[in-house]
Nanobody, 117 residues
Framework: QVQLVESGGGLVQPGGSLRLSCAAS????????VGWYRQGPGKQRELVAS???????RYLPSVRGRFSISRDNAKNTVDLQMNSLKPEDTAVYYC???????????WGQGTQVTVSS
């Protein structure tokens, strides 16, 4: 079964760090943009960070300088390193990526990140 699997969420205190990982299962990443999104309580889903096949990255202004997205095309994984976490970063984080062979975009199941003291 072709799917994306996220891991690495959890509870962390303000100022702490977490590393999220998104892995392609049953397939591999197609050429294209891979993004990490989040949806906080009562909020719309928003794009947090994205990375092109060639490595170009973009970030939501509120996370720039704190979050870093990276991609390993050989391992079919995309990671999101999150530092200096704030309570407003609390959300369910989702990975979105195009997978082979159809290049269709898939969503992962989401992983909860809670920043609280």
């Amino acid at each position: 079964q072709v799917q994306l699997v996220e891991s690495g969420g959890g509870l962390v205190q303000p100022g702490g760090s977490l590393r999220l990982s998104c892995a392609a299962s049953g397939s591999g990443f197609s050429i294209g943009l891979v993004g990490w999104y989040r949806q906080g309580p009562g909020k719309q889903r928003e794009l947090v960070a994205s990375i092109e096949s060639g490595g170009s990255t973009r970030y939501l202004p509120s996370v720039r300088g704190r979050f870093s997205i990276s991609r390993d095309n050989a391992k079919n994984t995309v990671d999101l390193q999150m530092n200096s976490l704030k309570p407003e970063d609390t959300a369910v984080y989702y990975c979105n990526a195009p997978l082979l062979p159809t290049r269709q975009y898939y969503w992962g199941q989401g992983t909860q990140v809670t920043v609280s003291s």
